[in-house]
């Protein structure tokens, strides 16, 4: 059984560009949220996408966007990089159906601005 | 706006400690408190707490949640190396339907030396 799979691993940006990053949620799971996660801060909550709409939204500015596909999967886009974009970048899914409100997370993009 | 404070920040203990980790939190209309532990990058999930004084364990490590005094604790028995990771408590307000944001802490580190 997958779990939540992220791509790339790695990225280098320069500042003023557009990254997109992608993740897959575990094998059952319906919802997709991003998170970014700063060095050595907490992970803060980007936005969360469910039956391909976003649900909620965290304290991000317009230029972080998303997309939820068919397949459950999502993209994360953010234009116009700024230096403070530099973070790792976690998607989450969880499943909707019991009582399941424990979220899984994929391995990260660490995205690098310079 | 919901609040999440860990403590201490970092620790460094010897092999065969114990532990005890501390969260405290402000959340409007509380659902669960989650505990997660992050070595390299993904958060892996430990514990979900949703009612007051009902200790959860899994082998060495155990969590209780204090609704009224607005807390939870991780105890960590007989520490190994193997437990070095940072240690992240979130939130989850219940806001209804799908949507379930989670509000982080700073984390703790914990750093076991052999």
Redesign the interface.
């Given at each position: 059984d997958a779990g939540?799979t992220q791509s790339p691993t790695h990225l280098i940006k320069t500042r003023g560009q557009q990254v997109t990053l992608r993740c897959s949620p575990k094998s059952g799971h319906d919802?997709v949220?991003w998170?970014q996660q700063a060095l050595?801060?907490?992970?803060?909550?980007i936005f969360?996408y469910?039956e391909e709409e976003e649900?909620?939204r965290?304290n991000f500015p317009d230029r972080f966007s998303g997309h939820q596909f068919p397949n459950y999967s999502s993209e994360l886009n953010v234009n116009a990089l700024l230096l403070g974009d530099s973070a790792?970048y976690?998607c989450?899914s969880?499943g909707?159906g019991g009582v399941t409100?424990?979220?899984?997370?994929?391995?990260?993009t660490?995205l690098t601005v310079t | 706006e919901d609040k999440v404070v860990q403590s201490p920040l970092s620790l460094v203990v010897h092999e065969g400690d114990t532990v005890t980790l501390n969260c405290s939190y402000e959340v409007t209309n509380f659902r669960s408190l989650l505990w997660y532990k992050q070595e390299k990058k993904a958060p892996t999930f430990l514990f979900m707490l949703t009612s007051s004084g009902i200790e959860k364990k899994s082998g060495r490590l155990s969590s209780i949640l204090d609704k009224k005094e607005l807390f939870s604790i991780l105890n960590i028995t007989a520490t190994q190396t193997g437990d070095s990771a940072v240690y992240l408590c979130a939130v989850a307000p219940n806001s209804g339907g799908s949507n379930y944001k989670l509000t982080f802490g700073k984390g703790t580190l914990l750093t076991v030396n052999p």
């Open positions: 939540v919802t949220s998170y050595g801060q907490g992970p803060q909550f969360q469910y649900r909620q965290g790792l976690l989450a969880k909707t409100y424990e979220q899984y997370f994929g391995p990260g660490r | -």
